[in-house]
């Protein structure tokens, strides 16, 4: 497998990120400047989840969502104005209240402590490090005014979650990500984006985006790793699936066609769904699956935004995801 994911990295780009840039980058003077590590994890059957952190350092804050879906159990959190970890800031990692990234050659160590949900996961890239894929690779890619300097990494995550007094055993397909720079959410046009990522092992992973600027333009990026190249395309479709309350989103589509002319339809079928509030904006974060007759079972994991949001203290309308923290029962 070693040598197969050299041949694989030997057909990669070099697109100018180094080893370097998995630590905090410097922070500029712009009031919406912020950075984010995160892991969207997978098995494509009964179980998923996500950390995301935060850091918002002119404010001297950050911020998490995090969530966790198993047979029988899930778990939702959201929260901002937390504490952030200037310690593991010296060592290179990404921290804010209980939830800590420390990146370390292809390796990822991920743990979270929080009421009735511990993490202790450990994010292994598939490509010989450091293959740290741009969303954005152009130089004037107008999605970068959008959502700042962001890059991915596809992967898998091992390890254990404990929620409640259950532990469960974790061994995923996954993709972490690391963005910086300005990002104020509510210029987007009716708060209007989609990101999605999806992979059915180190054959084939892709992730896309889709967004609505401020000015009415729509902003489209993304790319396929398939057979040992990465292809990367504006000609993206985003479909998504709403259930009966409208508000709801079940399932979704995205297809692709690359420079050379393959077209690729990832259809998604959602797992857990969460609803978050976050600055201003709702968002919704899901975790599912894929089936490809092709090949076989894969994961996937949505991050969708174009709600109005709901008046301050209100509880958001929805008959089919999470809208409260804490451990609930499927």
Known sequence: MQDENARIVSRIPDMGFVAEDEALQPASS??????????????????????????EINDGFGNIWASFFSEGVTYRRVAEHLP??????????????????????????????????????????????????????????????????????PGRVTGTVRVGNRVISVDALAQRGHSWGARNHTVLRGHGSRWITGAFGPELSFSAYAAIRDDGSIVLAGFVIEDGAVQYTNDVDVVVEQGLDGVTYRGGRVTMTLPDGRRHRFDCVFDNVNLFQHHGVELTVTGGHMLREAKGQGWCAWEIKDRPPTPPGGVPFTLGCLVLDGLQQK
């Not at 994890?41 to 989840?49: A, E, I, K, L, P």
């Not at 010989?128 to 969303?135: G, H, K, R």
């Open 84 to 153: 952030l970890d200037a310690e593991l800031w010296r060592r290179g990692g990404h921290g804010a209240g209980g939830y800590r990234f420390e990146p370390s050659g292809g390796q990822t160590r991920i743990t979270a402590r929080d009421a009735d949900y511990e993490a202790d996961l450990l994010f292994t890239d598939f490509f010989p490090y450091p293959t740290l894929l741009p969303m954005f690779p152009g130089a004037n890619d107008p999605a970068k005014r959008v959502s700042g300097t962001h890059y991915q990494t």
């Open 30 to 55: 712009d009031p919406f400047w912020q950075e984010s590590f995160w892991v969207y994890w997978g098995d494509g059957q009964s179980d998923g989840g996500c950390v995301h952190v935060g850091q």
